[in-house]
């Protein structure tokens, strides 16, 4: 008898039985994988009750769904990709401090946002998101907190040194450790700087030049022209802080008291509108005044010009009998942040020179210029010294 006839009779003979029906049909599975070469019916029947889902599995829930393998060289680009999800809508550059969005999610970097805000008090529009067109604002936007956390974790590469690090500790490292370091904020600059040396450069450069530095053998005629040219601005700054000590020595002074000057935004009645700001009312030193404020000097479109500037002059309302000598300067309010470096004015008040000119509001830049432009007030504190004849 052949060996097919024999595995046939094993078949057979294992069939009639109910108990050994079960057997009978292993054996034939068996034997069918032995010949053919492929899974058994147990096996099969196995995989198809299980599915992978366990034997208390619920049959109605869909089996999970696989994870997709990334090809070769994906996962590298996922970098890339967060880069393109987080950026800013407006200057398509990864934000470096906070991080808003409109009411429908879309990112801006703080400075973009403050930029639409101002642009917007310019034109007299309401600002919009530049993707969906909703309307934003101070009140309408929030911070998102988590896109910020994310892009602080994000690699970048240092721009002396070409190492990477975290987003986060960049600015530690550019500060503290990078040896190829060199930009504005934190120079290297040489130690016999305090007599002339302007040599700023990369730090692992300072030590080669501090050997080299030729000021440590001028002769005492060339250093005193030196340091007399670095004393001017020291003197400027102590002339500046003198002088507000002795305007606190007069008798009358007066300022806005705990609440600060608001500057209102207003139109004029041109055919082409200029934007000015004014304050309400106010009194100091028993006297009515009123601040007036303006963008670029009143310049046609102040929107199309990336450098921005304010102006202010100060209005007595009152009328007097004789003329009031006055000094006064503009600080900043308690509750904001931006930057203004004191400036002190003279003015002597009549009836007839009621009005200052137009002075600069020494604001440092044209971003803290946006900063009070994107306000919906501008808050300020108003400072008056009657100097006594």
Not at 131 to 152: G, M, T
Not at 235 to 255: A, V
Request: aromatic share 8%; net charge neutral.
């Amino acid at each position: 008898m052949s060996s097919v006839e024999e595995r046939g009779e094993v078949g057979v003979a294992a069939a009639p039985g109910s108990s050994s029906g079960g057997l009978g049909v292993v054996a034939v599975g068996a034997a069918l994988e032995a010949v053919v070469g492929g899974p058994s019916m147990q096996e099969e029947v196995s995989i198809r009750r299980g599915e992978g889902l366990g034997p208390e599995s619920d049959p109605d829930e869909p089996p999970p769904k696989k994870r997709m393998r990334l090809p070769e060289g994906e996962s590298g680009k996922l970098e890339e990709r967060l880069y393109s999800v987080l950026c800013c809508t407006v200057c398509l550059d990864l934000p470096k401090a906070s991080v808003y969005q409109c009411t429908n999610g879309h990112l801006m970097c703080a400075g973009c946002f403050i930029h639409l805000l101002a642009d917007s008090r310019l034109k007299e529009e309401q600002a919009t998101c530049p993707n969906c067109r909703c309307e934003i604002s101070k009140s309408l936007c929030c911070r998102n907190l988590a896109v910020e956390k994310a892009v602080s974790e994000l690699p970048t590469d240092c721009p002396f040194c070409l190492k990477q690090f975290p987003r986060s500790s960049l600015e530690r490292h550019q500060r503290e450790e990078c040896q190829d370091r060199y930009t504005p904020h934190w120079v290297t600059q040489c130690k016999y700087k305090r007599i002339g040396c302007p040599w700023k450069g990369p730090f692992h450069e300072l030590p080669v030049h501090e050997e080299e530095c030729c000021h440590p053998t001028k002769t005492g005629t060339e250093l005193m022209g030196i340091l007399g040219e670095m004393d001017q601005s020291h003197r400027r700054e102590l002339t500046l802080y003198s002088s507000i000590f002795s305007l606190l020595c007069y008798e009358k002074i007066g300022f806005t008291g705990r609440l600060e000057v608001q500057f209102r935004p207003y139109r004029t009645d041109d055919f082409i509108t200029r934007l000015y700001y004014e304050t309400p009312r106010f009194t100091v030193l028993n006297q009515t005044w009123v601040l007036k404020a303006r963008v670029n000097d009143s310049e046609r479109n102040p929107n199309l010009s990336c450098k921005r500037t304010l102006s202010f002059q100060l209005i007595l309302k009152s009328k007097v009998n004789s003329a009031i000598e006055c000094s006064f300067l503009l600080l900043k309010g308690p509750y904001d942040d931006v930057r203004i470096k004191p400036v002190i004015h003279h003015h002597a008040f009549s009836n007839d020179t009621n009005e200052t000119d137009y002075v600069p509001l020494p604001i440092t830049d044209s971003v803290e210029c946006n900063k009070l432009l994107a306000a919906k007030n501008i808050n300020l504190r108003l400072f008056i010294f009657q100097i006594q004849k």
